[in-house]
């Protein structure tokens, strides 16, 4: 009986912070469709990975945990940021500067299948069982119903832009994969090492390439 009575409250905090997630990651489509109005994509992305990055490593360092020193880690952390931010959020700013924010969201919905479809074919480091990909294609159904239906209708209008925005999808799939890499690292390592490994790389090309925004 105590047991069930302690595992409510989790579960109303863990469905809580889903919720919170699925809103921020949600709303962070429509801030880059504004950001990209004014600002050229490599530059806000830089902004974006760097100040990601910083806060992280002040959250571990308030937690009293320090990133890895070896050069082996940071190369990894350096592969994983080329996956999990350098290319996906410079395509997906790029692609929005003609995709509307809601197709956008849609079409990067679909990294759990490009991870499912890569994970039975290629890695094969767990069972891909069709009640997973009952799972991702539920998922991604929900979103396209929460976000509008009507989103779809832009389709095709810049399919170069949309091209741009699903291989950032494949790229999230493919950094979930390598991301296994990191088993025996505070979770929170991988991450704010593969962001400033990420932002090194995007300042100085921020600096050179500067793609003018439309108009």
């Known amino acids: 009986m105590m047991d069930t009575g302690n ?3 989790n579960l109303a905090r ?6 919170l997630l699925a809103t921020l990651w949600g709303a962070s489509y429509t801030f880059i469709k504004l950001g990209v109005a004014t600002i050229a994509p490599i530059t806000l992305i830089a902004a974006r990975t760097a100040i990601a990055g910083l806060l992280l490593v002040a959250i571990m360092r308030w937690r009293g945990v320090r990133l890895p020193r070896d050069g082996a880690t940071w190369r990894r952390f350096l592969l994983q940021a080329c996956l999990n931010s350098v290319i996906p959020w410079t ?4 692609g929005e500067r003609s995709v509307d924010a809601g197709l956008a969201t849609i079409l990067n919905s ?6 499912f479809l890569l994970t039975a074919a ?3 480091h767990e069972a891909a ?3 997973k990909l009952v799972g991702v294609v539920a998922g991604m159904t929900g979103i396209c119903l929460i ?10 209008e810049g399919l170069v832009a949309e091209l741009a925005i699903v291989v950032a999808t494949l790229c999230y799939a493919c950094a979930a994969i390598f991301g296994r890499n990191f088993k025996g690292l505070d979770p929170m390592a991988p991450a704010a090492g593969s962001l400033l490994a ?4 995007l300042i100085p090309a921020s600096l050179v390439l500067r793609v003018p925004n439309p108009g």
Do not use: H, K, Y
């Open 14 to 19: 863990e469905l809580a912070l889903l919720l």
């Open 129 to 131: 069982s069709p009640r």
């Open 110 to 115: 679909a990294s759990p299948i490009f991870t």
């Open 91 to 94: 395509l997906l700013a790029w």
């Open 7 to 9: 595992s409510r409250p």
């Open 147 to 156: 976000v509008g239906v009507d989103a779809f209708g832009a389709i095709g």
């Open 198 to 201: 990420g932002a090194a790389f």
């Open 122 to 124: 290629l890695t094969r």
